[in-house]
């Protein structure tokens, strides 16, 4: 089965421009969440779905991110405007049902820079 | 709010000797789960093992074992018989009643020839 999907691998942008990750969970998980990380922060939970629906997005650092699921099988993260502070490896993970028992599967990240 | 705290910012292990690596965490929730993470150089995130708030025994998967103390709440991974390629990052983190799914600030564990 493939694992969680994420494009691009890699982005360097200059500030003042829109950023769009994408996710492709695992088929036929139903939790899905985004994370970014840094050295300075760690891994930060930004914002979590269940059935597609944002259960918690308090960790979204500001009114410059936004996260979607259009539907079970995509998610995209979109930064709009992009400033050098929201470098880092942005990830995705997806996990099968919501209990507290289902561990987490990660994609590889998307690693963005901007310049 | 939900907390994990890995004290240990780096730790050195002499290969084939065991190692522990700190986890402390903090929830209200009645149920939850525990997990470890590593993360080697190459930056993925893979899953090592899992511990139920519930579960009577301790966890264990290969030469990974989780030592979880319920009312001092702690989890710690216990490593046994490092080997060069145990060096890496490794996450605690903890999902709760609310689904959420937080990590400790990592441990860099490093394995000496």
């Known amino acids: 089965d493939a694992g969680v999907i994420q494009s691009p691998r890699h982005e360097v942008t200059e500030m003042g421009q829109e950023v769009t990750l994408r996710c492709k969970p695992i088929s036929g998980h139903n939790s899905l969440f985004w994370y970014r990380q840094t050295m300075m922060r760690g891994l930060e939970l930004l914002i979590y779905?269940?059935?597609?629906?944002?259960?918690?997005d308090s960790g979204m650092p500001e009114d410059r991110f936004s996260a979607k699921m259009p539907n079970a099988s995509f998610s995209t993260l979109k930064i709009q405007p992009s400033e050098p502070r929201d470098s880092a490896v942005y990830f995705c993970?997806?996990?099968?049902?919501?209990?507290?028992?289902?561990?987490?599967?990660f994609g590889e990240g998307s690693r963005l820079t901007v310049l | 709010a939900q907390k994990i705290t890995q004290t240990q910012p780096g730790m050195f292990v002499q290969e084939k000797e065991a190692v522990t690596l700190d986890c402390t965490y903090d929830t209200s929730d009645p149920s939850y789960g525990l997990f470890w993470y590593k993360q080697p150089s190459s930056g993925e995130m893979i899953f090592l093992i899992y511990q139920g708030s519930y579960d009577q025994q301790n966890a264990t998967e290969g030469r990974y074992s989780l030592n979880f103390q319920k009312a001092r709440k702690s989890a710690n991974l216990v490593i046994s018989a490092s080997q060069l390629g145990d060096s890496a990052m490794y996450f605690c983190?903890?999902?709760?009643?609310?689904?959420?799914?937080?990590f400790g600030t990592g441990t860099s564990l490093t394995v000496i020839p």
């Open positions: 993970a997806s996990s099968l049902g919501n209990t507290n028992t289902g561990e987490l599967f």
């Open positions: 983190a903890m999902r709760g009643y609310g689904n959420q799914f937080y």
């Open positions: 779905f269940n059935n597609n629906v944002p259960i918690d």
